[in-house]
């Protein structure tokens, strides 16, 4: 059965700093990768996504995600947080298997002034 | 264009009453995805739509949750009977086509389920 495991349900760093949201997932077949995040009293949104092709993925407001297969990994990075990334992020997996998108259980990502 | 609407955005009602969840998909999007998003939860697949073909219902925590999808477009998701443990914010997404070949879904702003 696919599962995604965010680690960390709360992750805070200071303005400036290096972002690392981490994302594992199992899945036997090759998997469609995704970010979403969740601004306060917002809608999900696209962050990025991975389906083919090279493996670290730019997205949105400066954030990319690298597909490890080796280690079932797509972790979320930004060089220097800001504080408008401040938000709910969501790792998510689909696969070509199947019809469903799963969902980790979310990180929600705090940027100290 | 427009994006995925849903209505009302929140909805409070008491224990044993229906409610009825309207998501607008965007325009020409065949898949049609209802999620729950409870407090400190990730979204919890409730049911999917694809064209013309029957519905995947997999996700659905109990007979009380129905949905449907008219003419392609809007869907309802029904609530009957409801509990406590429903409240949650329910998510509508759609996407040109499945997850199974790796389209991006784009979510509503959700609705907000009270149930007192």
């Known amino acids: 059965a696919q599962s995604v495991t965010q680690l960390g349900s709360h992750v805070s760093v200071s303005e400036g700093a290096l972002v690392l949201l981490r994302c594992n997932y199992s899945?036997?077949?090759?998997?469609?990768l995704f970010w979403y995040v969740q601004y306060p009293n917002q809608g999900l949104q696209l962050l990025l996504k991975?389906?083919?092709?090279?493996?670290l993925v730019k997205g949105i407001n400066g954030f990319e995600a690298e597909f490890k297969k080796s280690e079932t990994s797509f972790h979320l990075t930004k060089p220097s947080a800001h504080m408008s990334d401040a938000a709910e992020y969501f790792c998510a997996v689909s696969e070509n298997t199947g019809n469903q998108f799963y969902f980790g259980t979310g990180t929600s990502l705090t940027v100290i002034p | 264009g427009a994006g995925v609407s849903q209505s009302p955005s929140n909805k409070v009602t008491e224990k044993g009453k229906d409610v009825e969840l309207r998501c607008d998909p965007i325009?020409?999007?065949?898949?049609l995805y209802w999620y729950r998003q409870s407090l400190g939860q990730g979204l919890e697949f409730l049911i999917y739509?694809?064209?013309?073909?029957?519905?995947?219902k997999s996700g659905l925590p109990s007979d009380r949750f129905s949905a449907e999808r008219t003419g392609g477009s809007v869907s309802t998701l029904t609530i009957q009977r409801t509990q406590q443990e429903d409240s949650a914010v329910y998510l509508c997404?759609?996407?040109?086509?499945?997850?199974?070949?790796?389209?991006?879904?784009?979510f509503g702003p959700g609705t907000r389920l009270t149930v007192l």
């Open positions: 991975y389906t083919t092709g090279a493996t």
């Open positions: 739509f694809q064209g013309n073909s029957a519905p995947d």
């Open positions: 997404a759609s996407s040109v086509g499945l997850a199974g070949v790796g389209d991006t879904q784009y």
């Open positions: 899945s036997s077949v090759p998997p469609y």
């Open positions: 325009s020409g999007h065949t898949a």
